[in-house]
């Protein structure tokens, strides 16, 4: 009957043990998947913002096409460049250019921040996911440690080898005279 407690508290650290490292495995691959989230926002917040430089690139070529043609239709007609309607028109076309650039640039800017704010947001939860995944280990330990000593702890002997003896009626009533010798 004793060889049977004996292979019942053995199955049950080793299946503590086993509840403890598949704790850790999570929480490492929970840090994991947040380390590769990130990467993930983070190379789309890199591709918003090249993606709005392109376009306000695009867009200032435009404005460029149009500024010359403006200038070609001027000129054409018998206007100068110098002509103040000529200039206001010019003013206008780069004004508009402009502020479409601008807002190309300000929009791929808007969803980079977002995206970050995505990844920083994913590191974290992996952070916490990995940190709770200990904690839950500790716990199943401490909580596995208990239930053996409940289970057989009774008349249990000190692992520093000094004969520490619980009282079997009262678990908390420890014996000190033999911790002394």
């Known amino acids: 009957m ?3 407690a004996g292979a019942g508290g053995a199955m049950f650290a080793g299946a503590t043990i086993l509840d403890m490292v598949n704790s850790i495995q999570q929480g490492r691959a929970a840090e994991d998947q947040g380390d590769f989230m990130k990467r993930v926002y983070n190379n789309i917040a890199n591709e918003r913002e090249a993606a709005s430089q392109r376009q306000a690139l695009q867009v200032n070529k435009q404005t460029e096409q149009k500024v010359s043609r403006a200038r070609a ?16 028109i010019i003013v206008d076309l780069e004004t508009e250019g402009e502020m479409a650039a601008l807002s190309r640039l300000y929009e791929g ?12 947001m994913a590191d974290i939860e992996g952070e916490n996911a990995e940190r709770n995944a200990y904690a839950d280990a500790a716990g199943t330990l401490l909580g596995g440690a208990s239930t053996l000593y409940g289970r057989y702890g009774k008349g ?26």
Do not use: C, E, H, Y
């Open 2 to 4: 004793a060889q049977m």
């Open 73 to 88: 239709v001027a000129a054409a007609s018998g206007a100068g460049a110098d002509d103040p309607t000529v200039q206001d």
């Open 109 to 120: 800017g808007a969803q980079a921040r977002d995206a970050r704010a995505f990844a920083r």
């Open 156 to 181: 249990f002997k000190g692992s520093v080898g000094r004969g520490l003896k619980i009282n079997k009626v009262n678990p908390n009533d420890v014996d000190w005279d033999a911790l002394k010798g």
